[in-house]
């Protein structure tokens, strides 16, 4: 069964910091990987869908990298702002499962961005 | 730029009582989800629809069902409202699976 882990499960950093928030997925044959924030009281926003053939995805402030092999992706956050508050829940779609597009959650990371 | 819209946002019920869920996106997407997100629990699936005219179940689909009644809209049934099934409902859709999957505000349902 596919587990998806992020870490850590919260992280409180000055704004203007770099930062990066870490996912990990059990099973490696993966058919794509996405990364969501949710605001308090929110649905979820997609920032960035990496498929299971690409490195990498960027938009603006944002990189996300996949390494498939080691089953880990990472979220980079550029000079963080305040407005980045909130939580950040990376999944993932098997590939070949027997749930067409179901993903699979991790338990998300609480990001705090102070002034 | 509505996106995927969910009603209603809150719903309060008795045990027993039942209740459909709606969800319509204006995306003109193929593929359409439910899911429920509890504390501890994570987002899980209840029930998708790949595309219009199918459906099938999800990971939690038990006192459940679901309607895909067109392309734009895909409901969600409690027939009989269980405490346990007190939780945020998610709707989402994509173009298919290969594509981002966009979600709706949620409904927050609570289950005397």
């Known amino acids: 069964k596919q587990e998806v882990t992020q870490i850590p499960a919260a992280l409180s950093v000055p704004e203007g910091e770099n930062l990066v928030l870490n996912c990990s997925f059990t099973d490696s044959a993966i058919y794509n990987l996405q990364w969501f924030r949710q605001d308090p009281g929110k649905g979820l926003t997609s920032l960035l869908l990496i498929q299971s053939s690409q490195r990498e995805q960027t938009s603006g402030r944002l990189n996300a990298s996949l390494d498939k092999s080691s089953g880990r992706s990472t979220l980079y956050i550029a000079a963080s702002q305040p407005g980045d508050s909130a939580t950040y829940l990376c999944?993932?779609?098997?590939?070949?499962?027997?749930?067409?597009?179901?993903?699979?959650f991790g338990q998300g990371t609480i990001l705090t961005v102070h002034p | 730029n509505a996106g995927v819209t969910q009603t209603p946002k809150f719903q309060v019920l008795k045990t027993g009582q039942s209740m459909t869920l709606q969800c319509a996106q204006d995306?003109?997407?193929?593929?359409m989800y439910w899911y429920r997100q509890d504390p501890g629990m994570g987002l899980r699936l209840i029930y998708y629809?790949?595309?219009?005219?199918?459906?099938d179940k999800g990971e939690v689909p038990n006192g459940y069902n679901v309607s895909r009644l067109n392309k734009r809209e895909f409901s969600l049934r409690l027939e009989s409202a269980a405490p346990s099934q007190t939780s945020v409902y998610f709707c989402?859709?994509?173009?298919?699976?290969?594509?981002?999957?966009?979600f709706g505000d949620g409904t927050r349902l609570s289950i005397l």
């Open positions: 989402a859709s994509s173009e298919d699976r290969s594509q981002p999957q966009h």
């Open positions: 629809s790949a595309s219009e005219g199918t459906t």
């Open positions: 999944a993932v779609i098997i590939a070949g499962g027997t749930s067409y597009g179901k993903l699979t």
């Open positions: 995306m003109n997407h193929n593929s």
